[in-house]
């Protein structure tokens, strides 16, 4: 046999095996840090979570219907003109427009800065893309039934906290994660 035909013993498992090469590829790629506006999927997980509760909510109750989930939580299908807990519902209606632009402009804004965090940030993109999603989720109620869509309605007795939605509890989380990163990175 010559030399050239002489079959090559396998390579002993390590560095130069093609199980190796693929191991050290995928730690690469885990190590790798995603780009923080990888989360603006979990914006648009929220927005349509948010609108597909409010399209069941609307299809299967009546307005002030209620539906006893918990002995302290109802569904009840509520139309809110105003801001969060119902703040400005009884204006004359310039509150729509200005809702409408506030959240418009505070998305763009967190867009942006989520876009310019640096790679491996999780905490603060987390915070921002529930608050995006909230805020546009709310947005889209504004701009296609003229009120926002609220159903949640929790109680303790007679005591009702005010009714409200999956995109304001995304923004009330978002806020709250974004409350904590701030005093963290402070006591770092």
Known sequence: MSPSTTPTPPPPPGKGTPVAIGLATLSGLRLQRTHPAAWLWLSLFVVAFDQATKFLVNRFLDLYERVEVLPVLD???LHNTGAAFSILADASGWQR????TLG???SGALVVWL???PR????LPLALALIIGGALGNVIDRVTHGYVIDFIHAHWGAAY?????IADSAITIGAALLMLDAFRERHT
């Open 75 to 77: 569904f009840t299908l």
């Open 97 to 100: 427009g200005f809702f409408i």
């Open 104 to 106: 418009l402009v505070v």
């Open 115 to 117: 876009w310019r965090l």
């Open 120 to 123: 491996g940030e999780k905490f």
């Open 161 to 165: 906290f005010p009714a409200f939605n």
